[in-house]
T-cell receptor, first 114, second 116 residues
Framework: AQSVTQLDSQVPVFEEAPVELRCNYS??????LFWYVQYPNQGLQLLLK??????LVESINGFEAEFNKSQTSFHLRKPSVHISDTAEYFC????????????FGRGTSLIVHP | GAVVSQHPSRVICKSGTSVKIECRSL??????MFWYRQFPKQSLMLMAT?????????EQGVEKDKFLINHASLTLSTLTVTSAHPEDSSFYIC????????????FGPGTRLLVL
């Protein structure tokens, strides 16, 4: 079985500052990794994913995440955040060649202050 | 991109009544859909896996007679909360894997259920 650890339950940051949301996983087999964003009272939206290939993946709104196999991490970064980035962010992992049912981390609340 | 809808977005019902929530994949076929429950400030808890044309697979601790799941077509799954009680109040989210390239789940917008 796999597991996901999001070490920070809440990350406050000022607008235009850089941010990193940490995600570590454990699995005995190869994995797919995902970051989802959830705005208040809404479902989850896929932000970015790592399936294979380049370990650095990017989203259309400036976020990026790097798959680090040796450290079993998939941290999410953005060099300059906006107020509108305030949301809950979930890291998830699923195993390759399986049913693709993801295991979610507990979530990190990103709070961007003006 | 792949779009998943849920209906209703919000429902309030009296204790003891049943509530049906629909999950639809709008632009793709999904042989498998998933139902999650999310408590405030917490992560998603997988309740069951809905398979088109067969019985749903429930996670441990989820009452299958209380949370009835029907996956009647490749684009529709329903979750019926039977004899709802206040403790069933929650945010219910469905997701779906496209039949092709199904390593990514696409989520619906969620349904807020409040049982009085």
């Amino acid at each position: 079985a796999q597991s996901v650890t999001q070490l920070d339950s809440q990350v406050p940051v000022f607008e235009e500052a850089p941010v990193e949301l940490r995600c570590n996983y454990s699995s005995s087999v190869s994995v797919y990794l995902f970051w989802y964003v959830q705005y208040p009272n809404q479902g989850l939206q896929l932000l970015l994913k790592y399936l294979s290939g380049s370990t650095l993946v990017e989203s259309i709104n400036g976020f990026e995440a790097e798959f680090n196999k040796s450290q079993t991490s998939f941290h999410l970064r953005k060099p300059s955040v906006h107020i509108s980035d305030t949301a809950e962010y979930f890291c998830a992992v699923s195993t390759t060649g399986g049913s693709y049912i993801p295991t979610f981390g507990r979530g990190t609340s990103l709070i961007v202050h003006p | 991109g792949a779009v998943v809808s849920q209906h209703p977005s919000r429902v309030i019902c009296k204790s003891g009544t049943s509530v049906k929530i629909e999950c639809r994949s709008l632009d793709f076929q999904a042989t498998t859909m998933f139902w999650y429950r999310q408590f405030p400030k917490q992560s998603l808890m997988l309740m069951a896996t809905s398979n088109e044309g067969s019985k749903a697979t429930y996670e441990q601790g989820v009452e299958k007679d209380k949370f009835l799941i029907n996956h009647a077509s490749l684009t529709l799954s329903t979750l019926t909360v039977t004899s709802a009680h206040p403790e069933d109040s929650s945010f219910y989210i469905c997701s779906a894997n496209p039949a092709e390239g199904g390593e990514t789940q696409y989520f619906g917008p969620g349904t807020r259920l409040l049982v009085l």
